[in-house]
């Protein structure tokens, strides 16, 4: 970490990161963040060890693509015994809900995200999902 976090900050500030708007509600957002992190339950995600992520550029959707590798991804969790897994989609991203929705993946909970507040403040959520494989 002494030879990466150092260089990555510097990096960053080399890039003009300081004068970047959205970090700068990002940190004025902290507290409150941290403090509907602390009155948030949190799901239960202990039968859901492995995590997913997909995100395909717009080009790529709409072609089965998605649902052929979180198919894979499932395929793969079961020959290696695990018993769920999980995915994490922002509240208000409709289109990805609806894809995981329909790979049999079931809401288990909701967290606040980490990421700028909404310019109409307010916050932004992620919903966390989950299917036994």
């Known amino acids: 970490m002494r030879r990466v976090v150092p260089a990555a900050v510097a990096r960053s500030l080399g890039r003009g990161l300081l004068w970047q708007r959205d970090l700068w509600r990002l940190l004025a957002d902290l507290p409150g963040f941290l403090a509907e992190t602390r009155k948030t339950e949190a799901p239960d995600e202990e039968g859901y060890p492995g995590h997913l992520h997909v995100n395909l550029l717009p080009e790529s959707r709409g072609r089965a693509l998605g649902r052929r590798l979180v198919e894979r991804f ?17 509240e208000t ?6 894809f995981f929705e329909r790979l049999g ?14 310019e109409d403040g307010g916050r932004e959520w992620k919903i966390v999902y989950g299917r036994e494989v």
């Open 93 to 98: 991203n409709q289109p990805a809900r609806r």
């Open 105 to 118: 993946f079931r809401p288990l909970g909701r967290q606040p995200a980490f990421k700028p507040p909404p």
């Open 74 to 90: 499932l395929d793969e969790a079961r020959g290696r015994g695990l018993p769920g897994v999980r995915a994490m989609v922002y």
